[in-house]
């Protein structure tokens, strides 16, 4: 499969204006404004294939929708190339546009006060789709999100679900290669949550769409995006598959030990004890590939051992720990 | 002649690109026409807002009039069709609207997800103006214009070929009004406060339109400077050609000269909106 998304060394500086304080600060940046740098994406590399799924994660702040705004064509990077489909998206902006479907979560692209189809149908015209072309997508969309209780009625009736639906539904009309979306279940309920990630999952692999998204929730990436790149202060911090993501943070396991009576210190080699409460005991494992029989075969012979478990740490755990650490 | 036909983008379009093109902009219009269309309190209050609005003016002139038979060689009947249509037809469309519209885009960040449609920013607004624009001249003006003409009376055009000129003119000077504010509008891409723009816009044309007072009351010099503006093109000299102050040969002359200004300002608005772009993608708006 071709690379269809390519960063090279991106950064993107903002010039943000000063803020003096007091009235003397406020004549002085009137008069000579002063700006200080802000650098929002610093020297991000990566490379996106035809039909993968990708999270781009990270916390507020950390340069996401700065690069999906370089990537749309909306923001030219300060220094570094993007290349998308072959093109400069700044450069290009209106050919690249043709060719992507953007959803930002917060706004909608629908006409407030008309019916969601007279939506689409201009979309008909501004990406000048063909006809039947336009029926058969809009059929296919109409069917997948099950937008035809709501196709008629105006989009400010609809519920946030159900314009999410329609939003998504309207940036696929013109089969776009690409699909950016910037946060797309931001605010939804569960249900409504689980449509979406399941439509985009589909998506992805029946039409070979490829999808970016960034994220606040864990759970879209791991549902839909192999792929994770993750982000923080403008900087790369991991690109590589959900699976890898554990080891490169150097997460361990968790053995959990319960004993019928107090087994007084317990040591297993390759592990740390990291609390003790009665007759428990709880160790960080190395990643060595061991398995949960190898450790308690590890125990010393006749530990009066009851029950025996092994946690993988959650992602969402894995990210917290790493953020914690980072800000402490 | 439209402001597309004279944009220098247009001229590298392929005649299929340009139908298209116009395609996708009629989308726009009718699509913005529906949305007036839903909201019907409002263009009923518009439509009453204009009638107490062009009511007030015939008013003052009847008053400044009061029993004159000329006042700068217009007569009190002129000068009433001269409110009437020019408050109607001309100088209704309040068009710094659309600096507070660009204004509130680029505060909001809106305008990132209009830049990722493959149209261009002022084609589209322009065409999303002319619906509720086109709508009002069917569901306002023409009923205001029948309603107090048969109160007030009303001056046929000074004669057919004054009356076909006028149409033109009014085409002119909705795409003036129109490409006036772009100008403003874009304007608040570096200013950031597209408030007083907004206000600055509408003094501007209010004055200089003759959309208030006619030009030939204004003192010379004003006068000869206000004719030459693209804003006179705006109400004035549409008014002027309808009520025969000059012949027809004169009109079709100014009528090319406001084409002129058309084609200035759609050039000036297109290198605006080329920097105002590379504005935005370098600080983000």
């Keep these: 499969m071709s690379l269809i998304i390519q960063a090279d060394s991106v950064s993107k500086i903002f010039q943000q204006r000063k803020r003096l304080p007091g009235l003397s600060g406020t004549l002085r940046g009137l008069l000579k404004p002063e700006t200080v740098p802000v650098r929002a994406v610093e020297e991000i590399s990566f490379a996106i294939r035809a039909g993968e799924a990708v999270g781009y994660l990270g916390p507020n702040g950390a340069g996401k929708s700065t690069m999906i705004k370089m990537l749309t064509g909306i923001l030219a990077p300060s220094t570094g190339k993007v290349h998308v489909l072959g093109r400069q998206p700044v450069e290009e902006r209106v050919a690249n546009a043709r060719e992507i479907g953007v959803v930002f979560g917060q706004r909608s692209q629908l006409w407030w006060d008309l019916p969601v189809s007279d939506s689409f149908d201009l979309a008909r015209h501004i990406y000048r789709i063909d006809p039947a072309r336009f029926a058969e997508n809009r059929a296919e969309m109409v069917e997948m999100l099950a937008l035809g209780s709501f196709l008629d009625r105006p989009v400010r009736q609809l519920s946030l679900g159900q314009r999410m639906r329609a939003d998504i539904a309207m940036a696929l009309l013109h089969g776009p290669k690409i699909l950016f979306l910037d946060e797309p279940t931001i605010g939804l309920d569960v249900v409504a949550k689980d449509v979406v990630r399941k439509f985009l999952a589909r998506i992805n692999r029946q039409r070979g769409t490829t999808i970016i998204l960034t994220t606040h929730d864990l759970q879209d990436i791991e549902e839909i995006c192999p792929r994770l790149i993750m982000v923080d202060d403008g900087r790369l911090l991991f690109d590589g598959p959900l699976r890898s993501l554990r080891r490169s943070f150097g997460a361990r396991r968790r053995l959990r030990l319960d004993f019928y009576t107090d087994p007084g210190p317990i040591w297993i080699g390759g592990a740390r004890p990291v609390g003790s409460s009665g007759t428990q005991r709880e160790f960080e494992v190395d990643e060595d590939g061991r398995s949960l029989i190898d450790l308690i075969s590890a125990l010393p012979p006749g530990t009066p051992l009851r029950d025996a478990s092994l946690h993988e740490p959650g992602i969402e755990e894995v990210i917290r720990t790493h953020y914690q650490r980072r800000r402490a | ?285």
Excluded at chain 2, 11 to 18: E, M, P, V
Excluded at chain 2, 91 to 116: C, N, P, Y
Excluded at chain 2, 134 to 159: N, R
Aim: glycine content about 10%; some cysteine.
């Design chain 2, 1 to 285: 002649m439209s402001l597309f036909a004279l944009s220098p983008l247009a001229a590298r379009l392929t005649g299929s690109d340009l139908l298209a093109t116009l395609r996708t902009f009629s989308a726009f219009t009718r699509a913005a026409a529906r949305q007036q269309a839903e909201q019907r309190s409002e263009l009923l209050a518009i439509a009453f807002g204009t009638m107490v609005d062009v009511f007030a003016r015939i008013s003052i002139w009847r008053s400044v009039y009061h029993g004159r038979q000329h006042v700068a060689g217009v007569t009190e009947a002129e000068m009433i069709t001269y409110a009437l249509i020019g408050a109607t037809l001309l100088s209704h469309w309040d068009g710094a609207l659309i600096v507070r519209e660009i204004g509130k885009a680029i505060l909001s960040g809106q305008i990132g997800a209009t830049l990722m449609r493959p149209v261009s920013f002022p084609g589209a607004l322009f065409a999303e103006q002319l619906g509720p624009r086109l709508l009002q001249f069917g569901f306002v003006c023409l009923p205001v214009i029948t309603i107090l003409s048969a109160v007030y009376g009303i001056a046929p055009p000074a004669s057919l070929g004054h009356g076909l000129l006028f149409l033109v003119y009014i085409v002119v000077s909705t795409t003036l009004l129109f490409l006036i504010a772009i100008f403003f509008g874009l304007l608040s891409f570096w200013v950031l406060e597209a408030h007083s723009l907004e206000w600055f816009m509408r003094g501007l044309t209010a004055l200089l339109s003759g959309g208030l007072v006619p030009l030939w009351f204004f003192p010379p010099v004003l006068g000869t400077v206000a004719h030459a503006l693209p804003f006179a093109w705006i109400t004035y000299h549409p008014m002027a050609c309808y009520l025969g102050q000059n012949d027809l040969l004169e009109s079709a002359t100014l009528l090319v000269g406001g084409c002129g200004w058309v084609a200035a300002l759609a050039i000036v608005n297109h290198l605006l909106w080329r920097s105002a772009s590379r504005h935005v993608t370098a600080h983000g708006g």
